[in-house]
């Protein structure tokens, strides 16, 4: 047997060499050369320490003059040094500084703490971090952010309370919906609003509407989103909220369920529905099936003759469906829609049970019923918020 050829042969078959990971020196030199890269693409020239230039120009070139000096990382930078900016060569030539760098880093006292810090690039981010920031997308500040605050509220509180929990966000629990809680980087983040998926080599995207808890909101990418929430170690997917014994999933051996509670929202072209249609919802409670309770609405006037799509629903126990449902429409009475429709014989129906009211604050009042706070609130429409009265009230 040739040892030498049987050698050559199965070479090909060993597992391609892992580069090793950066030290977080090698990271932060080529985070500061890159930026000085797009400083250099953007201005034709190589960045020039000369009195009168811009003050980042100049640190600018007294950075990149400490890493050509030093030889460690110039092997590790000359490989994705396109332009030559390392040795000057090509269409930028390495210029004379008019000031030597300990000169600069005297006269740019306050701005950077001495010229070891221009050595050290202390002050330039790691690349992984500025991709990572890159991903989340840019922030503003979220002019309706007081109609949120009170969602926010109310999540941190259940999860106070154990009536809700955070889950690690991994690759079997990676969906991403409208109405969503994540925690990303320490801040809680609505899901407000998501259009239209579309697929993409990677998978299904979507641009979201991004609410933080800081009070800032972001048009990020769904893909984005997924890959931030990946990354980020304490990442976390925010449960939905376990409404205890009165509404929950599955009721206890032997123990019946009561009914129902479901929200609908019409898919009417009324023009009073189709201009706020995710605003307008039907609350009903129901003792049997709801898909069955909704099956034959476009015959019924109840449902503005029209298809519905069922948002959600909350299974209850002991509890008398008929109250329950007189409850929710006197507490959403000053929401309740206004629309006048024809039946079927040319009849005017007027329904009663459709209310102009987000689906967070429906949540938000089924959970005060749960707990007994509900009599200690209002619904303002202005405020599209559930509002403390002064007193306890009761609501009969």
Known sequence: MDLDALRDELSEFAEPTQEAPRSAVEERALAGFEEVQRWVSTHGWLPQNAEGRDIFERLYAVRLDRLRAQPDLRAILEPV????????????????????????????????????????????RPRAE??????????????????????????????????????????????????????????????????????????????????????????????????????????????????????????????????????????????????????????????????????????????????????????LYHIERAKLEHLLHRFFAPGRLDITITDRFGNPVSPREWFQVPLFIIDEAIERIRDGSITHYRYDPQLVALVALDAPQALG
């Open 81 to 124: 040094d396109q332009d030559g900016l390392l040795a000057g060569t090509g269409q930028f030539a390495v210029e004379a500084s008019a000031l030597t760098a300990d000169d600069l880093a005297a006269e740019l006292a306050g701005i950077e703490e001495s010229a070891s810090d221009l050595t050290a690039l202390r002050h330039v």
């Open 130 to 315: 500025i991709r990572a920031a890159e991903e989340i997308g840019s922030r503003q500040p979220c002019v309706e952010f007081e109609v949120y605050r009170p969602l926010f509220k109310a999540v941190q509180e259940q999860l106070q309370k154990g009536l809700r929990r955070t889950t690690a966000f991994a690759t079997q629990n990676n969906h991403v919906r409208k109405g969503d809680f994540f925690i990303l980087h320490g801040q809680m983040v609505y899901i407000a609003d998501m259009g239209e998926i579309t697929s993409t080599p990677e998978g299904p995207n979507a641009r979201l509407r991004a609410i933080f808890g800081n009070g800032t909101e972001s048009n990020m990418l769904l893909r984005s989103l997924q890959n931030a929430l990946y990354k980020d170690e304490a990442g976390r997917r925010v449960s939905e909220a376990d409404a205890g014994p009165l509404f929950a999933d599955t009721a206890e051996e032997g123990e019946l369920a009561s009914g129902t509670v479901y929200v609908v929202r019409s898919r009417s072209e009324h023009p009073a529905i189709a201009a706020n249609r995710d605003l307008i919802h039907k609350i009903g409670v129901t003792g049997g099936d709801v898909q069955k309770r909704v099956a034959s609405a476009k015959l019924d006037p109840t449902f503005l003759l029209a298809e519905v799509e069922v948002v959600t629903t909350y299974v």
